[in-house]
């Protein structure tokens, strides 16, 4: 399928690994110009060079936090004119309930709220005048299904998803379309960390860690992050022009509900 987005111009926040990356590596295919950002010079560069010779496309790679004021103006000054935004961050780090005090959650809201909600500010006026626009927000299954030992990402995605419900609502009139992307268990470098955390707790190891979460999920696997980008640029086409401010789900099933 032809996307129709050949020539755009995409930002792809935390990009060099995992989720991100794979959405990258989706849009370059679809023939978008990218800039792409993380923190670590390294694995950025060798992602940016990755994608050039791959696909062809021109990337622009920014090392930058991008959930700091800082790295947001670094990122922003390099982009330029962009079509399509991809918000994304790390996910913050688990626990219990009881562990977490104000400057926790203050961290979590930073990187899984106010960085794609600074964002959006920053870029979708200039796709409204110009009449056409694609942002994706990278969430959380964690949205929908509560995970006990991920709560700052239950209350922080939970603040970004009721933004974007409303603002998508009120940006849809000018040709930019918001949408969600909520994420099961993809095997990225993150859901390997979340892996060796329970083997750590449980005195089991890794691979029994990762071949039991997998039974939980009705599909019995992780998902990929090619599959993720894929639907990704699929949201940031020409064919997604009608589904506004919706909650993607990718989990391989694992969130038990009927809607
Ligand atoms: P990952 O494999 O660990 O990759 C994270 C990427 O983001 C890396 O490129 C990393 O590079 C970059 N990054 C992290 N913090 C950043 C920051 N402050 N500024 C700029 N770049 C940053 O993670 P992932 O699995 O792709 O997860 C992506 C998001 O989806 C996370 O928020 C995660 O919580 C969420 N999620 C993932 C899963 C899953 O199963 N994988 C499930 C549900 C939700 P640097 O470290 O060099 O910055």
Not at 74 to 85: P, R, Y
Request: glycine letters at 12%.
């Amino acid at each position: 399928m032809d996307l129709g987005i050949k020539g755009k111009r995409a930002l792809v926040c935390a990009a060099s690994k995992g989720l991100g990356r794979g959405c990258a590596m989706a849009l370059a295919e679809a023939g978008v110009d990218l800039v792409i950002n993380a923190r670590g010079e390294e694995a950025l560069q060798k992602t940016a060079e990755e994608i050039r010779t791959t696909y062809g496309v021109t990337v622009v790679a920014v090392a930058a936090d991008i959930t700091t004021e800082e790295g947001r103006a670094a990122v922003l000054d390099a982009a330029g004119d962009i079509d399509i935004l991809v918000n994304n961050a790390g996910g913050p780090p688990p626990g219990m309930w009881t562990d977490w005090d104000r400057e926790d959650f203050i961290k979590a809201l930073d990187a899984n709220m106010l960085a794609p909600i600074a964002m959006i500010k920053a870029l979708v006026p200039q796709m409204m005048e110009r009449g056409w626009g694609r942002v994706v927000n990278i969430t959380s299954q964690s949205v929908k299904s509560p995970i006990p030992q991920l709560g700052l990402s239950n209350s922080a995605r939970a603040g970004l998803t009721g933004y974007v419900a409303g603002t998508s609502r009120q940006v849809a009139p000018y040709g930019v379309i918001i949408n969600n992307m909520l994420p099961g268990i993809h095997a990225t470098d993150r859901a390997k960390s979340l892996d060796q955390g329970v083997a750590e707790n449980t005195g089991i190891d890794i691979d029994q860690a990762r071949e039991n979460r997998q039974q939980t999920i009705p599909a019995r696997r992780y998902g990929t992050a090619e599959e993720f980008g894929a639907t990704c640029a699929f949201l940031c086409s020409q064919h997604a022009g009608f589904i506004v401010g919706q909650n993607i789900l990718l989990d391989g099933g694992a969130v038990n509900a009927t809607l």
